[in-house]
């Protein structure tokens, strides 16, 4: 189902390549940071760990409720509330999910750099052993 209307996804990808950026990050309302055109997102917003709620705006991620689960069995908790631009300031870490391409830190929203310090071992490790998973074929 996430396969419907792809199109407007892929050219907003194409324009962020276009202008030096490896993906588009997609807005909902009030400004929320929902997801990329390709992944979920895990936000570390004052040292604790958000993700998108699925409240409809945008359709469930597999691949957040897997690495969500797999911080939450290492009791790491992940808060289901959206990040608005207006806190981007206050995001140090961030991790792109997709059960295809894995997981991936992200390393800048657009000038704002996160520093890769952040993510502590603990949550590196299982971002390694999420993306494991799903290499498995």
Not at 8 to 37: C, I, N
Not at 127 to 134: E, G, H, K, M, N
């Amino acid at each position: 189902h996430k396969t419907l209307a792809y199109l407007d996804r892929w050219l907003l990808a194409q324009r962020a390549v276009a202008a030096g950026a490896d993906d588009a990050l997609l807005l909902g309302e009030h400004g929320a940071m929902l997801e990329t055109t390709r992944a979920g997102v895990l936000w570390l917003v004052h040292g604790r760990w958000r993700a998108a709620p699925n409240d409809g705006q945008i359709l469930p991620s597999i691949a957040v409720a897997v690495l969500e689960q797999a911080l939450a069995q290492a009791g790491v908790r992940v808060e289901r509330r959206a990040v608005g631009v207006g806190e981007l300031n206050s995001v140090t870490g961030a991790v792109c999910v997709n059960s295809v391409r894995g997981a991936l830190r992200v390393a800048a929203i657009g000038d704002h750099a996160l520093p890769p310090a952040a993510v502590d071992d603990d949550v590196d490790h299982l971002v390694r052993r999420f993306t494991a998973c799903f290499a498995v074929v």
